[in-house]
């Protein structure tokens, strides 16, 4: 089992920033696909960012790139989700997520067997 805990979500301005983490326990989570889901109100769960157990490959939704960069400290067993530029559509409860997909599951919920409870992340225009 790996137990997952977000952190870092809040209230900011459109333009804004945020740094969310993932803290992971349990076993060898340094060995699983790390990636961030986000679920805004009356939406389904959708896939943000991803990095792989070496932090060598990262993988992001169009609408986030060159404005979010997911990171990883293997040694503090830690995912982050720096996310600059904030738009009022990024509002949503944002989970962390961890687990070995295929290549045809990485940003899809069922390559994920681990899931933190999320953080509200709003962002005011």
């Known amino acids: 089992q790996v137990q997952l805990v977000e952190s870092g979500g809040g209230l900011v301005q459109a333009g804004g920033s945020l740094r969310l983490s993932c803290a992971a326990s349990?076993?060898?989570?340094?060995?699983?696909?790390m990636a961030w889901f986000r679920q805004a109100p009356g939406k389904a769960r959708e896939f943000v960012a991803l990095i792989g157990w070496s932090g060598g490959m990262t993988q992001y939704v169009d609408s986030v790139k060159a404005r979010f960069t997911i990171s990883r400290d293997n040694a503090k067993n830690t995912v982050y989700l720096q996310m600059n530029s904030l738009k009022p559509e990024d509002t949503a409860v944002y989970y962390c997520?961890?687990?070995?997909?295929?290549?045809?599951?990485?940003?899809?919920?069922?390559?994920?067997?681990?899931w933190g409870q999320g953080t509200q992340v709003t962002v005011s225009s």
């Open positions: 349990g076993r060898t989570p340094v060995r699983y696909v």
């Open positions: 997520a961890a687990g070995n997909p295929s290549a045809a599951q990485t940003t899809g919920r069922q390559g994920y067997a681990y």
